[in-house]
């Protein structure tokens, strides 16, 4: 039988201030809670609603996840797990950078997509959403085992670095006329005003995604998450097919 104890602490780590203040964060669903164990995440509890083969969780009803879950319908597992104290490794041959991301499920996607591309660090902004979100994630579908996330003050990280920085920009030029490779640094800022003007002053070379349908019509913008996976393709495409 699930505590009350438990049941109000589960509740409250969908806000960011009991995560920091227990070092906790909730996964839900099989996928991602099993992604997390192998990667050597440590499980502060385990529940269940069945029986698993690998792991041995503790079981408590449909109706107890329902109460606890931080989404609408509930997973038949949940893990409660330790934040871990990740150290920012040194600048890679290609570092993503984040700027005020404030959506989780866009968070979340670029998590995904750069585990997709073999990133193993995403660097964020002070006020980027905490990727311990339940929102986020969920919707790294396992990919927060393998990427870590580091928050720092962004203009003095970047001032820092010896390493072409290219800035997501709408009116940059266009990635397809660019000879970019896999080394630099690409930053991506908020989904509404973009990378943040204090930033611009430090040494880059914007890029844009050139628009396709120009009727009047068209969509403004294209979203963050979608616009990360994009610019990653064209930064990891293979030499022998270079623009």
Same mark, same amino acid.
């Given at each position: 039988?699930?505590?009350?104890? #438990? ?9 960011? @201030? ?23 995440? /440590?499980?502060?509890? #385990?529940?269940?609603?069945?029986? !698993? ?14 109460? +606890? %879950? ?18 920012? =490794?040194?600048?890679? %041959?290609?570092?993503?950078? #984040?700027?005020? +991301? ?6 979340? %996607?670029?998590?995904? %997509?750069? =585990?997709?591309?073999?990133? &193993?660090? +995403? *660097? ?5 959403? =905490?990727? !311990?979100?339940? @929102?986020? *994630? ?15 003050? #962004?203009? &003095? ?17 266009? /990635? ?8 630099? *640094? $690409? ?15 430090? @040494? ?19 979203? *963050? ?6 610019? $990653? ?7 022998? /097919?270079?623009?």
């Amino acid at each position: 039988m699930l505590s009350n104890k #438990l049941r109000k602490q589960i509740q409250q780590l969908k806000l960011k @201030k009991f995560r920091k203040q227990y070092n906790l964060f909730v996964a839900e669903g099989e996928k991602v809670v099993l992604d997390l164990l192998s990667a050597e995440f /440590i499980p502060e509890v #385990l529940l269940a609603t069945k029986e !698993f083969a690998s792991i041995e969780p503790f079981r408590i009803t449909t109706q107890e996840m329902r109460s +606890i %879950t931080h989404f609408s319908s509930p997973s038949p597992i949940m893990g409660v797990f330790q934040i871990p104290n990740h150290t920012i =490794d040194s600048v890679p %041959t290609f570092q993503l950078v #984040l700027d005020q +991301i404030k959506d989780p499920g866009n968070l979340g %996607t670029i998590i995904r %997509t750069s =585990d997709w591309y073999g990133l &193993s660090q +995403i *660097v964020c902004s002070l006020d980027c959403v =905490d990727c !311990f979100n339940p @929102k986020v *994630v969920q919707a790294t579908m396992g990919s927060i085992a393998r990427v870590k996330l580091h928050y720092v003050a #962004l203009e &003095s990280y970047l001032k820092k670095i010896d390493k072409p920085i290219y800035f997501a920009d709408m009116n940059g030029g266009s /990635i397809n006329e660019s000879k970019c490779t896999p080394e630099g *640094v $690409l930053v991506l800022g908020n989904e509404s005003h973009g990378i943040s003007e204090s930033l611009y002053h430090i @040494k880059h070379e914007s890029l844009t995604i050139p628009k396709q349908n120009l009727k009047n019509n068209g969509a403004e913008s294209l979203n *963050v998450a979608v616009a990360a996976a994009i610019l $990653l393709h064209e930064f990891f495409r293979p030499p022998f /097919i270079q623009k």
